[in-house]
């Protein structure tokens, strides 16, 4: 199942930092970008014939360029659009690697994603998540890293208004 | 003839892309107006005159399909020209939306795609257009 989600998973990821993000993703990291700092997370929770979530998790400073480059600003948009953005990017990825998961007809409710920054509590839980993710995509770009994790539940759905 | 444009999207940073894209794009345009979920675009349905909607499909409060179902029963917007702008995969989902009138442009989208869309379903050409498009074809510079 892993293997099966994993490349999906990193052509979903590719294809949104590039043509939404405008960013050149790489999956080759150097030594800093690996140990990057966090700084947020974005969760998307899905339900249908197979329940889950998508997070991604930024790493190393990527969030304000990020954002810029969507809204096509030269400075960092206020902090609530960066998570705007983050959101939207992992609602696009999780909207895109869905058909792999349940299938090319399979109808998907997506919640509203749920942005967390690094300084607020829950974010060192949701990052003790990743370890559990069914597959995973990591990806270099400017001095961080993204890493989109996809948790697919085995038997019983995950409800969607479960707090993360 | 200007067009007046109606994006619904709960993200307000994509709302910003597709706003940007349409300026960029060279369709003449007259007045933006934004809406969070199905609801609120309903509303400024009834407030303004809109020739192009541009919805999200996954909103809280109302999706964007239910949002189209209500365009589409209510005479005076059945004709209304729509663009789904969404992640949506499934086939039967996209099947429905375009049964219903809707054009389809698929999340991550590049500039181009959206431009081409909007002016098939706005009914105009670079051709027809005065002055030429800031975008007609290639790599779009932000």
Known sequence: MIHSLEAPLYQAAISTFE??????????????????????????????PVAGALTIYLFGGVLAALAANMLGSDDAPEPALQRDALGELANVICGTVLPAVGG??????LAAPRVTD??????????ALSESSMARAVLAMDDGRAEIHLFVARTTPIPLEVAS | MN???????????????????LRLSGLPLGEIHHAANGAEGLERLGEHWIDI?????????????????????NPETRDLAVVVVSTERSTSR???????????????????????TVFRVAGVSDDSLAGSAAVSGGDLDF
């Open chain 2, 53 to 73: 909607a541009l919805l999200d499909v996954n909103m809280p409060v109302m999706s964007g399909e239910e949002m189209l179902e209500q365009v589409r029963s």
């Open chain 1, 104 to 109: 090319a007809d399979a109808d998907f409710h």
């Open chain 2, 94 to 116: 996209i099947e429905r939306l375009c049964q219903l009138g809707a054009a389809f442009v698929q999340k991550p989208f590049t500039p181009e795609m959206l431009r081409e």
């Open chain 1, 118 to 127: 690094s300084a607020e509590t829950s974010f060192d839980a949701a990052l």
């Open chain 1, 19 to 48: 043509e939404l993000g405008f960013m050149l993703p790489s999956r080759e990291l150097t030594p800093a970008q690996s140990a990057a700092p966090p700084e947020a997370a974005a969760t998307v929770r899905f339900d249908g």
């Open chain 2, 3 to 21: 067009f007046n444009v109606l994006v619904v999207d709960d993200s307000a940073v994509m709302r910003g892309m597709i706003v940007k894209t």
